[in-house]
């Protein structure tokens, strides 16, 4: 224990951001950095209680409860505390391959888990982890460690994204040689294009992904599996293929003008601006423009606010985000959403901050549908005409969504950013190996045991369970690599 009475001696507190109006005007992270004696401070507000909810990491109710990857919260709280930063960093990556990401863009479920945050504010874990981590590479603390020795097992990860690189790290640390498939220029899957730049800088990922590759990972960008490689031809050259092509096929939005020009899918408006500012910061114009649009972003989750949040970036004229779902309760409903599980309660993200900050309000209508989209003579986007909706049970017992009359409005927009979510993987390599996928087209690989109904070939990440966290992603990738150590040697020692 850090100090039997830290939570009720301290209060919580976090590490302010840059003004909104400042951080608008580039591309850089927003977050400050809290100092060493406020983060010793905060780690000892960790009261190491009887069963720490904060690492169980399960889910409850539809939601995530807890840490998936089982983080060593207190531990590494108490090692904070006491200033023992390298072993709290230790600590850290006995369960986390990757914690640099985690502590910037995981919503931090393991808070909304904090016993401390039963009678009052939760910890600040996320805060504590990304400094542990950022901190071991400040002081030279992190460097290659190939493995001693070679099974001589070779092993191919489809798909460099968290769950990629979780499995290759640790089939790699096991002693197998690692071959990574990325289909677009640069490693990282959403880590690299997907997550705009001001939540993750990019340097922090080629950072992890240099050191990967100085401790024997090989990795192989601008080749698609199924495309420019035969999928079957990886499973005749490798003892082991692990496919970790994530949930990459927009869920389909069609509905009249859907087809305009200006309706744009979220992700390749995202990519776009993240490659541009990669290859050029933005110079050679290679992405859709928001600038002087009125934007509106259909879909009310973090993609929906990345894309909220690029918009702004690139100087739209106005912005507003939809969402089906009803505006958060102020507090936690302790019927409905109980402790330990993550609060459903209004915040404002990142990006709603700062067009809040631009336009006066919160950019975002809550339980609306779009009906149309209407255009120009030429084919151009020039409006969305929408109606409010209300959740209702019918006489099956579904919940449904019911339009509510006379509730009409039309949006002017120029430019529309679908945001919906996705609807599973891309399915060239299902098709291509003969691979058994699940009602949502996701491929069937049973939680805990990753083997498909082909042999050799396994899956994680989004491309098994559908979209969800990037750390569950970091979970299912070790998870994943410990069962294709098993089928390879006959045991694992992988933790």
């Not at 072993?87 to 479920?109: I, M, S």
């Not at 339009?403 to 599973?424: K, Y």
């Not at 949502?440 to 969800?468: E, H, I, L, P, W």
Request: aromatic fraction near 8%.
């Amino acid at each position: 224990m850090s100090t039997p009475t830290g939570f009720m001696e301290y209060n919580r507190q976090l590490p302010g951001d840059r003004s909104p109006s400042e951080r608008v005007q580039d591309w850089q992270e927003f977050h400050k950095h809290m100092s060493e004696e406020e983060l010793r401070t905060q780690g000892s507000r960790c009261m190491d209680c009887g069963t720490p909810y904060c690492h169980t990491g399960i889910d409850m109710l539809g939601g995530t409860s807890g840490c998936p990857v089982h983080n060593l919260i207190p531990e590494w709280n108490n090692l904070v505390y006491r200033g023992l930063w390298k072993d709290a960093l230790e600590r850290l990556h006995k369960t986390n391959n990757f914690p640099e990401f985690t502590g910037r863009v995981c919503p931090a479920p393991c808070e909304g888990s904090c016993t401390v945050g039963l009678i009052g504010q939760p910890v600040t874990i996320k805060n504590i982890e990304q400094a542990i981590v950022d901190r071991g590479f400040e002081e030279g603390w992190i460097v290659p460690e190939p493995p001693k020795q070679r099974t001589g097992r070779r092993v191919a990860v489809v798909g460099s994204g968290p769950a990629g690189l979780a499995c290759a790290a640790q089939l790699n640390k096991a002693g197998h040689e690692v071959t990574v498939y990325e289909r677009a220029d640069r490693i990282g899957g959403l880590l690299m294009y997907g997550i705009p730049t001001m939540k993750l800088d990019k340097q922090i990922v080629q950072r992890r992904v240099d050191l990967l590759a100085a401790e024997g990972i090989h990795f192989v960008t601008n080749t698609e599996i199924g495309k420019d490689i035969p999928a079957q031809q990886l499973v005749e050259e490798y003892d082991a293929v692990v496919l970790c092509g994530g949930a990459t096929k927009p869920r389909e939005f069609n509905i009249e003008g859907s087809d305009l020009n200006g309706v744009q899918y979220a992700m390749p408006f995202l990519n776009a601006t993240i490659k541009s500012y990669l290859d050029s910061g933005l110079e050679d114009g290679q992405y859709l423009s928001a600038e002087d649009k009125d934007v509106i972003v259909i879909g009310g989750g973090d993609t929906g606010s990345d894309c909220v949040a690029t918009s702004l970036r690139h100087g739209c004229r106005s912005i507003t985000q939809f969402g089906t779902h009803a505006m958060a309760p102020l507090e936690r409903d302790q019927v409905n959403n109980p402790w330990p599980q993550f609060p459903n309660v209004y915040t404002l993200d990142y990006a709603q901050e700062e067009a809040k900050a631009l336009f006066g309000s919160d950019p975002r209508e809550f339980s609306i549908m779009t009906t149309r989209f209407v255009g120009d003579e030429e084919g151009n986007l020039k409006e969305l005409h929408t109606i409010q909706i209300q959740r209702i049970v019918d006489e099956t017992g579904r919940k449904i969504y019911q339009p509510v009359p006379g509730t009409e409005r039309v949006f002017p927009a120029q430019l529309a950013l679908i945001a919906i979510g996705f609807d599973g993987p891309e399915q060239t390599l299902p098709e291509q190996l003969g691979l058994a996928t699940d009602r949502r087209s996701n491929v069937k690989a049973r939680y805990g045991k990753y083997n498909t109904n082909v042999d050799k070939v396994f899956a994680a990440g989004d491309m098994r369970r559908g979209q969800s966290l990037v750390v569950w992603a970091i979970h299912e990738g070790r998870e994943a690599a410990k069962e294709v150590d098993k089928y390879l040697m006959g045991a694992t020692l992988l933790a």
